[in-house]
Every structure is written in structure tokens, then in C-alpha cells.
T-cell receptor, first 113, second 108 residues
């Protein structure tokens, strides 16, 4: 069974631009969670989507948003990029949502200049 | 919210040595996972272990939920074991919370 995939793997953007990242979960998994990883803050939860509905949200500004499609693929969007948004963005899928066992994708490394 | 601590923050070993990594959490949890993050950033599942003991090859893990800690044992370490080890804890109705990680370097 194929693992979690994320595209693109690397991205360089300029301050003020917006960016969209994509995540395809393991086949059959209905939940996708997004995390931001930075050297200073560690791994922080952004939000979780289950059956196209946002179930849980972390403590991030409204510039960070997401959605999930009927095939469980998810996208996250960051508008008006700031230098501090430079990070590794990881998505994780699990079968039934919440705190069931999570499986992570390879991540998208975003650099904002 | 729940707090997660990991110790030690950094660990340097010679190849072949054994090690124990610890994860402490501040409140009761329903689930716990251990991950290994390789140098390319990929988080690899090691154990899903809300309680009890599990073993997988040279690695084993024990979670004592009543005392709010989990241990990850690595025996006969190899250079490929290098990376950062994270524990993540979860409570029903909430998201997983990650610890700060233990950075392991295994020297040849």
C-alpha cells in the first residue's frame, strides 16, 4: 500500500506571496493532520480534517487554512507569507481520525525569502 | 494543555552501544507513539504503545501510563539509528502533542 505523499517537496517563496501544499493520505485513511516543524518551536499541530470537515485546529493565525476533498486528499494554504513561516510542513494520515496511529509523509520544506 | 518532556536532549554513542530514551507527560493519555526522524526529515513510525511493552528487532518500548512515562530502548546501535526520536501523546477529543525530541548520533 502506498504511503502518504506530499507535493511539492521543496518550495521557495517571497514574503507576501501565498502558497498551497498538497497531501495524499494512505488509501482508505479518512483523516489528514498538518504539522509545522521549526528548529525553535518543534512540531506543532496546525489542523485536522476528517471526511472533508475540520475537526481540530491548533493555535495558528488565520493565514493558515486547509481543506479536504471527497477523496481524502488535503491541501493547506498559507497567505501573506512571512519569514517565520519558513519550516518543514508535515502531513499525517490515519484511519479514523483523532489520536489513532498516524503515518507521516516526507514533508514539504518551505523557505520564505 | 498536556506537557511532554524528553530526555536526554542529545545523546552520542559508539556503534554497538545500548541506550534508553525517556518520555514524560504531565497528564493521563489515551495513546502514545514513538517516531524516528531521519536526516531527510521523514518521520518513521516506531511504536504505537499506549501501555505495555512492545519489541521490534533491536528496538523495544515500554509505556507505564499510570506513572506517565514511556521508555524507548535501542540495543546494538547502528549508524543508521542516528536522527531525532520523538514521542507524541494523545488524549481523546484532542490532537497529538509532540515532545521536543532526543537527538541521537551514533559514531562508527
Amino acid at each position: 500500500k502506498a504511503g502518504v505523499t506530499q507535493t511539492p517537496r521543496y518550495l521557495i517563496k517571497t514574503r507576501g506571496q501565498q502558497v498551497t501544499l498538497s497531501c495524499s493520505p494512505i488509501s482508505g485513511h479518512r483523516s489528514v493532520s498538518w504539522y509545522q516543524q521549526t528548529p525553535g518551536q518543534g512540531l506543532q499541530f496546525l489542523f485536522e480534517y476528517f471526511s472533508e470537515t475540520q475537526r481540530n485546529k491548533g493555535n495558528f493565525p488565520g493565514r493558515f487554512s486547509g481543506r479536504q476533498f471527497s477523496n481524502s486528499r488535503s491541501e493547506m494554504n498559507v497567505s501573506t507569507l512571512e519569514l517565520g513561516d519558513s519550516a518543514l510542513y508535515l502531513c499525517a494520515s490515519n484511519l479514523a481520525g483523532g489520536i489513532y496511529e498516524q503515518y507521516f509523509g516526507p514533508g514539504t520544506r518551505l523557505t520564505v525569502t | 494543555g498536556i506537557q511532554v518532556e524528553q530526555s536526554p536532549p542529545d545523546l552520542i554513542l559508539q556503534e554497538g552501544a545500548n541506550s534508553t530514551l525517556r518520555c514524560n507527560f504531565s497528564d493521563s493519555v489515551n495513546n502514545l507513539q514513538w517516531f524516528h526522524q531521519n536526516p531527510w526529515g521523514q518521520l518513521i513510525n516506531l511504536f504505537y504503545i499506549p501501555s505495555g511493552t512492545k519489541q521490534n528487532g533491536r528496538l523495544s518500548a515500554t509505556t507505564v501510563a499510570t506513572e506517565r512515562y514511556s521508555l524507548l530502548y535501542i540495543s546494538s546501535s547502528q549508524t543508521t539509528d542516528s536522527g531525532v526520536y520523538f514521542c507524541a501523546v494523545g488524549v481523546y477529543g484532542q490532537n497529538f502533542v509532540f515532545g521536543p525530541g532526543t537527538r541521537l548520533s551514533v559514531l562508527p
